[in-house]
């Protein structure tokens, strides 16, 4: 075994002796969940912050993940190599994102405790740095040709066609492809329009406007509470605007301190957003977020989170904290919501209306969370009501190694639901069950050989 897997070991045991005397501390709160959370107070963890991420097994022969009451799940596809986001062409080919963080410096003890733990999680290694291509010639829901359609990229995350250009988030800018339809194969050199700063977090989601004018592009923060101070931030935990034509871009808002996925609400035309909320100060505090996203809004971050709650570990600025808007609905504390797609009424049997949500899953909390592909149903361009389980399954029942961690999700050519997987290396496919199968999942207790039973979250709360 390598000095870092000894060292990731020996990080494990530390950790769970933490999370040992900080359950004694007190007893488990509620998920802060919905339109009006019951959020702890922060409890600052200090030097030792809570590090605790099961290692990644990936799936066996004939396992897959659990599908809610009414649903199914296959496997699309599969061997890819840490595929992290999806985009679907016109034509209905299916564009894989493959990318992986990369180490960056150590600064200290934490540091190199996170990176061996992150190793060990799949969470951290090669970058593939390519896009995939996937084809599913005779309509089984099973992709035969998987052929290479990108590579020596960046990190790429986001995708995104308008016409005869394909745009690409690599981590360190927008970078614009001429495209031909059908194409197999994009080898023309590409025009990078506008820089990111690369590090932390590195992902660069795409959103075309409705009209094809812009691109929105999710930017995240550097750190986790600017702890390096605001300067190497400057641009950053932001939402911009992307002129195509110009190339010219602006904050459209900021104080989102990692907004990953973005989609529109098409009954209002209101754009929407996952967000990363900041570790460090509880199991539950602070809840990550779905929120629409207002231009020219400020939503508090590094100074303070869930509106105005002041994060008294940072060097404040009460102005900022004075104009902070609270977000819309909250994911749960350290979910790592990432996955976002707008899912019509109909598409799967028996969901309304409503935000399907990739739950990458928690790593550093003392009882995990996330894990999970979820549903937020929404009413007159808004989240309503307690959230329903699409996908789950994906930890061991003593979450000491995971199958699976969604990622990406967006709606297949077939009218499906598809969700990216990165560390099974599996794109999932969700479909309605037909009553035959339906009723074989009943009798048999589940399409896994885990229990399959799939309820909504268990949540106390009065509102939502």
């Not at 501390?25 to 107070?41: E, F, N, R, V």
């Not at 990190?155 to 690599?170: E, I, R, S």
């Not at 034509?245 to 989609?263: E, K, M, Q």
């Not at 009218?415 to 479909?431: E, F, K, P, Y």
Request: glycine share 12%; with cysteine.
């Amino acid at each position: 075994m390598s000095f870092s897997g000894i060292f990731a070991r020996v990080v494990a045991v530390i950790g769970g002796a933490a999370l040992l005397w900080r359950r004694m501390q007190g007893a488990a709160h509620q998920p802060a969940w919905g339109s009006a959370p019951l959020i702890p107070a922060a409890k600052p963890q200090g030097a030792i912050p809570t590090l605790k991420m099961p290692t990644a097994k990936g799936w066996v022969d004939g396992q897959k993940p659990v599908a809610a009451p009414g649903l199914k799940v296959n496997a699309f596809a599969t061997g890819l190599k840490h595929p992290r986001w999806i985009y679907v062409l016109p034509n209905g080919d299916v564009l894989i994102a493959e990318a992986t963080q990369v180490p960056g410096p150590v600064r200290d003890v934490f540091g190199y405790a996170m990176q061996a733990t992150m190793r060990r999680a799949a969470a951290l290694g090669v970058s593939a740095n390519r896009i995939t291509l996937l084809r599913d010639r005779d309509g089984d829901g099973v992709a035969e040709t998987s052929e290479l359609f990108m590579e020596g990229l960046n990190q790429p995350f986001g995708m995104a066609l308008l016409g005869d250009t394909f745009y690409v988030g690599n981590t360190d800018g927008v970078v614009a492809f001429p495209y031909l339809a059908g194409a197999d194969r994009i080898t023309a050199p590409g025009r990078k329009l506008t820089s990111f700063k690369s590090g932390g977090h590195w992902t660069r989601s795409l959103l075309p406007s409705p009209d094809g004018r812009k691109l929105y592009v999710g930017v995240g923060s550097l750190s986790n509470i600017a702890e390096s101070g605001m300067a190497v931030e400057e641009g950053r935990a932001a939402v911009y605007e992307l002129d195509v034509a110009s190339g010219v871009s602006r904050i459209f808002a900021s104080g989102l301190r990692n907004p990953v996925g973005l989609a529109w609400e098409p009954q209002t035309g209101v754009l929407w957003t996952v967000v990363n909320e900041r570790d460090g100060l509880g199991d539950e505090t602070p809840p990550d977020y779905l929120t629409s996203v207002r231009d020219g809004g400020f939503y508090g971050w590094p100074y303070c989170y869930w509106g105005q709650t002041v994060d008294d570990r940072v060097p404040q600025n009460p102005a900022a904290v004075a104009k902070a808007i609270t977000p819309d609905y909250a994911l749960g504390g350290h979910t790592a919501s990432l996955g976002l797609c707008w899912l019509p009424a109909g598409t799967l049997p028996g969901f309304p209306d409503g935000m399907v949500i990739g739950q990458h899953g928690s790593w550093n909390r003392s009882t995990l969370s996330g894990y999970k592909v979820v549903f937020i149903p929404f009413e007159n361009g808004l989240p309503v009501g307690p959230p329903r389980d699409i996908l789950s399954g994906f930890l061991a029942p003593d979450e000491k190694v995971s199958y699976g961690r969604p990622v990406g999700v967006t709606l297949g050519p077939d009218g499906s639901l598809l969700m990216a997987d990165d560390v099974g290396d599996v794109i999932w496919r969700v479909t309605g069950a037909s009553s035959a199968e339906r009723a074989n999942t009943a009798h048999f207790g589940g399409n896994n050989r885990s229990s399959a039973k799939t309820t909504l979250h268990t949540l106390n709360q009065k509102k939502f």
